[in-house]
């Protein structure tokens, strides 16, 4: 799409083929100096080929990239670099044993007349970066003691530390909440102002319609459309990503009523160390119940509580017997299951097999010595990734050879089989695509008529009040207000998360 304007990059019938799989067969995109423009597409579309062809990862088989109307030969991230395209990181660049300061200008660092590395020069800019970003950290602070949603930010700074031309972020945001998302639009629209140019690959609609006023859409590596997004609905970009007309984005919420007498799962004042304070909820059998909260205010820390990953002190009910988490493996026996959004550190095991993925936990909990029937096993994975409608080449190839949103229903698979009374969900579809995210909240909901609960903490608020009956709402480590029926709405919810609801503060003192 020419808007007339002047283009900083344009890519036009882009190639790239991993032996017998063709990744992208004709993808292009343009993208003028100051526009906001999304890349979408299902997982499995192209797009992170597509971006680490732009960023030098991936060597292009065919197709023109032209930057400033030059054509541009892209060797490696560091002529990517020198020509001005910089990119963010889902999985990240950062090195975990560096600084965070030493991590924003790694590569590039300021050098002194003698030599040296300027360390004052490297510091002032973490110390605005830091500010301009909100970064929850000081800059000598090694970036391993970091949290994701901060990492995040910081893989930000790095990216703009060389002042590009184009900026790529690659589902960056996947693991911030809702106010550092907001602060980080913010500054880069300022940016933008000054002349870069953004190309944001994001599964958040609301994100993309927010941030962005353009989008590139692709589908089995070809791009299919590009549109102004002022004059298209979330049901077209569905349309375009998928081939397939959708009555609307949506699920239906569980309707249980739920009285303490039906509870699965009781909890009462629960503390987490510093974390989570006087914690008390309780779910029903088979009730969806969300919880909410900014970054940062206990919610992960009171899952993994709950899955006996952090000690704790309170009490809990299961199915009207008090217990006692001691451990994770103590959680899965007594009925327990956990699934992160962070599938690298807490979900997948990359190079094992997609069979050994889904029976992990199973295998896990058998007693030595362990007797595997290989053909056994392999037919019972069989038979859930059918459930699932994972696509892979078969239960033994490894789980990295699969898109983001196939590897996150390997990990719904494990708890599909094991059958747990209480499934513990920590934004179990970040990074996923809307039609992956549909597929496994579907999934979810259809393992509740089983009698299941699930607790389901999310940082897409959208997405809560779709799939939950009733939401929590974390402010400061403490459970302010309990939304449900006519309160469960997206106004109070924003409001309460950002404890300026009257009501709620009130009753948080």
Request: glycine letters at 10%; proline letters at 2%; one cysteine or more.
């Amino acid at each position: 799409m020419d808007g007339g304007g002047t283009h900083v990059l344009k890519v036009t019938g882009l190639v790239k083929n991993f032996g017998a799989v063709h990744a992208l067969k004709d993808a292009s995109l343009s993208i003028e100096i100051g526009e906001i423009r999304a890349l979408l597409g299902a997982n499995g579309s192209g797009k992170s080929t597509f971006v680490k062809v732009l960023s030098g990862i991936n060597k292009k088989d065919g197709g023109s990239i032209q930057l400033e109307g030059k054509e541009l030969n892209i060797t490696s991230p560091i002529t990517s670099i020198q020509n001005g395209i910089a990119m963010a990181y889902q999985d990240l660049s950062l090195i975990p044993r560096l600084s965070v300061a030493e991590n924003m200008v790694i590569g590039y660092e300021p050098i002194k007349k003698n030599g040296t590395i300027d360390r004052k020069s490297m510091l002032n800019y973490a110390e605005k970066m830091i500010e301009e970003l909100g970064i929850r950290a000081y800059p000598d602070v090694m970036t391993e003691n970091i949290d994701l949603s901060n990492k995040g930010l910081i893989e930000i700074a790095k990216a703009l530390y060389m002042n590009p031309k184009l900026l790529i972020m690659d589902e960056i945001t996947a693991s911030m909440h809702h106010d550092q998302v907001e602060r980080l639009f913010a500054y880069l629209r300022k940016r933008v102002m000054g002349g870069l140019s953004i190309i944001f690959v994001s599964h958040r609609f609301e994100e993309v319609y927010d941030f962005c006023t353009t989008a590139t859409i692709l589908r089995e590596g070809i791009s299919v459309a590009d549109l102004k997004l002022l004059n298209s609905t979330p049901d077209e970009l569905v349309y375009h990503m998928t081939g397939k007309k959708t009555a609307g984005i949506q699920h239906e919420n569980v309707s249980n009523e739920v009285s303490d007498s039906e509870a699965r799962l009781l909890v009462d004042q629960m503390n987490v160390l510093s974390f989570a304070k006087n914690i008390s909820i309780y779910v029903g059998k088979g009730e969806v119940v969300g919880i909410a909260g900014l970054q940062g205010q206990g919610q992960g820390e009171f899952l993994r509580a709950l899955f006996g990953a952090i000690s704790y002190n309170g009490n809990i009910v299961l199915d009207g017997a008090n217990i006692r988490i001691k451990s994770p493996s103590d959680a899965i026996r007594k009925g327990i299951g956990f699934i992160s959004g962070d599938r690298e550190k807490e979900g997948i095991f990359s190079t094992r097999a997609v069979s050994e993925n889904i029976l992990i936990t199973e295998t896990a909990l058998r007693k030595l010595p362990i007797m595997l029937s290989v053909r056994k096993e392999r037919e019972k994975a069989e038979q859930i990734m059918k459930e699932l409608n994972v696509v892979a080449a078969g239960a033994g190839v490894p789980a990295n050879s699969l898109s983001g949103g196939n590897q996150q229903k390997l990990i719904v698979g494990r708890w599909l089989y094991r059958k747990p009374k209480v499934l513990l969900l920590d934004d179990p579809t970040k990074g996923v695509d809307v039609n992956s995210r549909n597929e496994i909240n579907s999934l979810l909901k259809n393992m509740t008529k089983t009698g299941m609960s699930i607790l389901y903490s999310s940082s897409d608020n959208e997405e809560l009040l779709r799939v939950a009956e009733r939401i929590y709402v974390f402010y400061e480590g403490k459970i302010i207000k309990e939304l449900k029926g006519k309160d469960k709405n997206s106004e109070l919810l924003a409001a309460t998360m950002l404890g300026v609801d009257k009501e709620a503060k009130d009753g948080k003192e």
